[in-house]
T-cell receptor, first 113, second 113 residues
Framework: DTAVSQTPKYLVTQMGNDKSIKCEQN?????MYWYKQDSKKFLKIMFS???????INETVPNRFSPKSPDKAHLNLHINSLELGDSAVYFC????????????FGPGTRLLVL | GDSVTQMEGPVTLSEEAFLTINCTYTATGYPSLFWYVQYPGEGLQLLLKATKADDKGSNKGFEATYRKETTSFHLEKGSVQVSDSAVYFCALSTNSGYSTLTFGKGTMLLVSP
């Protein structure tokens, strides 16, 4: 049983294109997250949704737009892709209460050419 | 703001050697502390956690003790295996508001036979 799944696993695209990454969790959690991992492995929170409402929006270009159609799904749409967007994007989920363990998806490896 | 500092890697060890990866943190209040592990090409997995001072988290032979007086959560294992080669992330989650993780920069561990 996959707990947190992401599609696609790999994404290679040209600069200027628009792409989406999808995330689904079957853990019954009410909070979902997007993280970006750069080439040096550094992880940084981008967005967080609780019960379909945006609760964390870090300093991220507005070309990135998250959407949560329901508690089990959190998608990430990226417009006008740039070379610097190349990274691994991880989705995660947890219960909202502070201190709860976050469970991560396998990641989407995005390469912008 | 909250922050986590980990020793820089890579840490290179021979099989059966003793492992310590240092982690210190800065946070307001009393955070929960986590160690996550990322195997090559995979997502992050929770390795262990501790939610209050003096708690010891343990899993798969790894241990870490929450030390409030030194604001530390060092990861240890008595005898590493080649299969432990991975990147290890120390993280904290403040115990107020929503559950968000602040990560350290990660420490790569390479174990040779």
């Amino acid at each position: 049983d996959t707990a947190v799944s992401q599609t696609p696993k790999y994404l290679v695209t040209q600069m200027g294109n628009d792409k989406s990454i999808k995330c689904e969790q079957n853990l019954g959690h009410d909070t979902m997250y997007w993280y970006k991992q750069d080439s040096k492995k550094f992880l940084k929170i981008m967005f967080s949704y609780n019960n379909k409402e945006l609760i964390i929006n870090e300093t991220v270009p507005n070309r990135f737009s998250p959407k949560s159609p329901d508690k089990a799904h959190l998608n990430l749409h990226i417009n006008s892709l740039e070379l610097g967007d190349s990274a691994v994007y991880f989705c995660a989920s947890s219960q909202a209460r502070a201190g709860q363990t976050q469970y991560f998806g396998p990641g989407t490896r995005l390469l912008v050419l | 703001g909250d922050s986590v500092t980990q020793m820089e890697g890579p840490v290179t060890l021979s099989e059966e050697a003793f492992l310590t990866i240092n982690c210190t943190y800065t946070a307001t209040g009393y955070p929960s502390l986590f160690w996550y592990v990322q195997y090559p090409g995979e997502g992050l997995q929770l390795l262990l956690k501790a939610t209050k001072a003096d708690d010891k988290g343990s899993n798969k032979g790894f241990e870490a003790t929450y030390r409030k007086e030194t604001t530390s959560f060092h990861l240890e294992k008595g005898s590493v295996q080649v299969s432990d080669s991975a990147v290890y992330f120390c993280a904290l989650s403040t115990n107020s508001g929503y559950s968000t993780l602040t990560f350290g920069k990660g420490t790569m561990l390479l174990v040779s036979p």
